[in-house]
């Protein structure tokens, strides 16, 4: 894999404002990351960053609660895609975090006066360019900030079609917010990103990864933690206003935080066939055309949980815990000949 040592300093002329692209993503840690790659020199796609990071999970976590339900994730944890690419890319980031906002501010500002694009950890509640439907308490959004005009910050959040803008006083708000995962006004910006392309070894060693997590023997993650919360769905009594809330509960972790469990998995194959090029591995393409399918179950169940949440049928756990253990079913055979594979 070829190298290079990166100084990232604007060219005299060259205000970041005026040489950053912006460009739309499903995700927004996945998007942050593509971006500012590509912005310095290294092209790499969203579902590249996600894969190579090997940030494709399933995890049932009762002991931690959101809103006093648990939490179900479909993707590693926050900033995992970030470091996840610190191996495959040779890459070293700076992070930094402050005790007041107006520190986080002075230093945000030093840095976009250096030319540097800086990434942000922020909550999506204080951003005001969200639509008022679109706005709940979730700390770990990033964004990309390039640019400063009067008063306004010039943002890149990818899960926008286009760049946004945002006052100072917002940004603030949205980087110090308080609770779990508060961002504590985190910035990060690449020192330094060895590889100049992606390796096919780097490929192999990502999946495998990925598959050791999907099928390993921890038994709140992986397929092994879909059959337990199967299980917990399937004990849920039918006529209880709190079922339908937990039920309610999985279809917002799965489509509205995120890209859910279904966008993680169409990103997933998506990285498959980039692999396939890369690697010459044709069966990998192969296995991209079957997680699309095991997609589209997710997206099925979603679905149907959510008619019975709305009332349109009638609530039946043992049918919702039945479409779960089939995604198990089809998880497990998927992950364990795409590990045959590397």
């Not at 770990?140 to 286009?162: C, M, Q, R, T, W």
């Given at each position: 894999m070829n190298t290079v040592s990166m100084p990232f300093v604007a060219s005299p002329g060259q205000p970041a404002a005026e040489r950053f692209q912006h460009h739309h993503a499903a995700h927004c840690e996945s998007g942050v990351m593509s971006n500012l790659l590509r912005h310095h020199g290294l092209a790499i796609s969203e579902s590249m960053a996600f894969g190579l990071s090997s940030a494709l999970s399933f995890a049932?976590?009762?002991?931690?609660?959101?809103?006093?339900?648990?939490?179900?994730?479909?993707?590693?944890?926050?900033?995992?895609?970030?470091?996840?690419?610190?191996?495959?890319?040779?890459?070293?980031?700076?992070?930094?975090?402050?005790g007041r906002p107006d520190a986080g501010q002075s230093r945000l500002d030093e840095l976009l006066a250096r030319g540097e694009v800086v990434g942000l950890q922020t909550s999506v509640y204080w951003l005001p360019y969200f639509p008022p439907?679109?706005?709940?308490?979730?700390?770990?959004?990033?964004l990309l900030v390039y640019g400063k005009d009067g008063d306004d910050y010039l943002i890149s959040d990818p899960v926008f079609e286009e760049p946004v803008r945002c006052p100072s006083a917002d940004l603030a708000r949205a980087r110090f917010a308080r609770g779990m995962l508060a961002p504590k006004g985190l910035i990060y910006y690449p020192e330094r990103i060895g590889a100049t392309s992606v390796s096919a070894p780097a490929i192999r060693a990502a999946i495998k990864k990925t598959c050791r997590i999907m099928l390993g023997p921890v038994p709140i993650a992986g397929v092994r933690g879909m059959r337990l919360l199967a299980n917990k769905v399937a004990r849920l009594p039918a006529t209880d206003p709190t079922s339908t809330a937990?039920?309610?509960?999985?279809?917002?972790?799965?489509?509205?935080?995120?890209?859910?469990?279904?966008?993680?998995?169409?990103?997933?194959?998506?990285f498959l066939q980039e692999g396939a090029d890369i690697t010459g591995d044709k069966r990998l393409a192969e296995l991209a055309d079957q997680l699309n399918t095991i997609?589209?179950?997710w997206r099925k169940f979603a679905l149907v949980s959510a008619r019975m949440v709305k009332g349109r049928e009638a609530l039946d756990p043992p049918r919702i815990a039945q479409l779960l253990r089939g995604q198990a079913d089809q998880e497990q055979a998927f992950f364990g000949a795409l590990k045959s594979c590397v």
């Amino acid at each position: 894999m070829n190298t290079v040592s990166m100084p990232f300093v604007a060219s005299p002329g060259q205000p970041a404002a005026e040489r950053f692209q912006h460009h739309h993503a499903a995700h927004c840690e996945s998007g942050v990351m593509s971006n500012l790659l590509r912005h310095h020199g290294l092209a790499i796609s969203e579902s590249m960053a996600f894969g190579l990071s090997s940030a494709l999970s399933f995890a049932y976590l009762p002991f931690i609660k959101i809103g006093g339900l648990p939490l179900v994730a479909y993707r590693m944890p926050p900033r995992s895609i970030i470091k996840g690419l610190f191996k495959p890319l040779a890459s070293r980031f700076k992070f930094e975090t402050f005790g007041r906002p107006d520190a986080g501010q002075s230093r945000l500002d030093e840095l976009l006066a250096r030319g540097e694009v800086v990434g942000l950890q922020t909550s999506v509640y204080w951003l005001p360019y969200f639509p008022p439907d679109m706005r709940f308490h979730f700390n770990a959004h990033n964004l990309l900030v390039y640019g400063k005009d009067g008063d306004d910050y010039l943002i890149s959040d990818p899960v926008f079609e286009e760049p946004v803008r945002c006052p100072s006083a917002d940004l603030a708000r949205a980087r110090f917010a308080r609770g779990m995962l508060a961002p504590k006004g985190l910035i990060y910006y690449p020192e330094r990103i060895g590889a100049t392309s992606v390796s096919a070894p780097a490929i192999r060693a990502a999946i495998k990864k990925t598959c050791r997590i999907m099928l390993g023997p921890v038994p709140i993650a992986g397929v092994r933690g879909m059959r337990l919360l199967a299980n917990k769905v399937a004990r849920l009594p039918a006529t209880d206003p709190t079922s339908t809330a937990f039920v309610g509960h999985l279809v917002r972790m799965q489509e509205e935080i995120g890209t859910g469990g279904a966008g993680f998995r169409f990103l997933y194959a998506a990285f498959l066939q980039e692999g396939a090029d890369i690697t010459g591995d044709k069966r990998l393409a192969e296995l991209a055309d079957q997680l699309n399918t095991i997609g589209d179950g997710w997206r099925k169940f979603a679905l149907v949980s959510a008619r019975m949440v709305k009332g349109r049928e009638a609530l039946d756990p043992p049918r919702i815990a039945q479409l779960l253990r089939g995604q198990a079913d089809q998880e497990q055979a998927f992950f364990g000949a795409l590990k045959s594979c590397v």
